[in-house]
């Protein structure tokens, strides 16, 4: 057995990293692939329906991935601190590799509407956390004028190398299944993960896409692990979805704050990665969002954050529906972990609290009464 260091040493070759970079690392990436069993069931699929579990990387998130390559490549280039603009999960990854790598990591954060968890790890990691009065739009639009004046290295995802680490998530797939899968969702903000994950399962089937070359030559293997690509979904919250709409939203608003965006930086990306895969954009509600959030962590013991239950929601309607065929193949990316947000659970109390006096008879009754 070796130990398992990170996608760095895992797929270096395949990065557009010097060979003497030193890697800053936290172990990300190689995350769990889980088939989903009752919820299929439930509905009568009888494909194979997986979820990649994002959530499972050091920081909760697959923001990780992006944030390996990123620093590295900014320490590599002599960089003292790198800054962002976040809606939480980027400022939490940037927090926790800036202190890997014995840089300052500045994050600039939206007014309100940030998940306390993710703002919890920016804060534990001792980021300079700056919040802007206004919303992530405005955070992007600083950023890109600052790093413009300022010595610091952008870690967003307009910086080329988060999508070279992001898109390992396909590699990973493609691996552990032998093959790509026939429709690969995902939820959609920034829009920086659904181009990373079309440049990765390119990669693999050793055709490119139009933007291969976007920072660097495609890496291609010698051999491809497959010969197919999956259609791409994008799946965005319906008070935030400008592909849907055609253009940027000025006041981007949903529950779902990991993709509370208006404006999507990787937007020609992503719709080269539609076009190309033959897939296609939808939008979820927050009351569908949060449903699916919590059917799936009630049914298949997976908790994951509302963002990231976009991805599931769009995918079982479009199942439901016949837009994804019976017998398909679909793995949904869970972006990150449900326990970055537990307030948007608990609003409404603690559901399902039953309180009995200290009694064994007490407790038993209750046993009784919910054995399934
Ligand atoms: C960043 C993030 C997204 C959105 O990804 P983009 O690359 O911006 O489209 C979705 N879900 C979670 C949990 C995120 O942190």
Not at 111 to 129: F, M, P, R, S
Not at 327 to 336: A, E, P, Y
Request: glycine share 10%.
């Amino acid at each position: 057995m070796t130990r398992y260091t990170g996608l760095i040493d895992q797929y270096r070759a395949r990065l557009p990293l010097a060979a003497d970079a030193r890697a800053i690392s936290l172990g990300e990436g190689r995350t769990p692939l889980i088939k989903l069993e009752n919820i299929p069931r439930q509905i009568g699929f009888e494909g194979e329906l997986y979820v990649k579990f994002e959530g499972l990387n050091p920081t909760g998130s697959f923001k990780d991935r992006g944030m390996t390559v990123a620093v590295t490549q900014a320490v590599h280039e002599g960089a003292r601190a790198i800054i962002c603009a976040s809606t939480g999960n980027t400022s939490a990854a940037a927090a926790a590799y800036a202190v890997r790598a014995g840089v300052t990591a500045f994050v600039l954060i939206p007014e309100g509407k940030i998940a306390l968890g993710k703002l919890a790890q920016a804060v534990v990691h001792g980021a300079v956390v700056i919040q802007i009065h206004g919303n992530f739009d405005d955070g992007m639009r600083l950023v890109k004028e600052i790093g413009k004046t300022t010595p610091v290295a952008i870690v967003n995802s307009i910086n080329p190398y988060r999508l070279q680490g992001q898109k390992t998530a396909a590699f990973e797939i493609v691996e552990a299944l032998g093959r790509a899968p026939d429709v690969h969702c995902l939820p959609v903000g920034n829009a920086g993960n659904i181009s990373a994950y079309w440049l990765g399962y390119c990669e693999m089937a050793g055709i490119a896409a139009s933007y291969s070359d976007y920072h660097q030559q495609g890496r291609f293997l010698d051999q491809p692990l497959t010969n197919k690509r999956p259609k791409m979904a994008g799946y965005q919250a319906a008070g935030a979805a400008p592909f849907l709409r055609g253009s940027a939203v000025k006041d981007p608003e949903t529950v779902a704050t990991a993709i509370r965006i208006g404006d999507p930086q990787s937007w020609d990306l992503a719709w080269a990665a539609q076009k190309e895969s033959g897939g296609w954009f939808d939008e979820c509600t927050d009351d569908e969002i949060l449903t699916t959030q919590k059917l799936l962590a009630a049914n298949e013991g997976v908790f994951c954050e509302p963002a990231s239950a976009a991805s599931l929601c769009g995918a079982l309607r479009d199942i439901k529906s016949g837009k994804i065929a019976q017998g398909s193949t679909v793995v949904c990316t869970l972006t990150g972990n449900g326990l970055k947000d537990p307030d948007i659970i608990m609003k409404n109390g603690l559901q399902g609290l039953v309180q009995v006096p200290a009694e064994r008879g007490a407790v038993e009754k209750v046993l009784l009464a919910h054995m399934k």
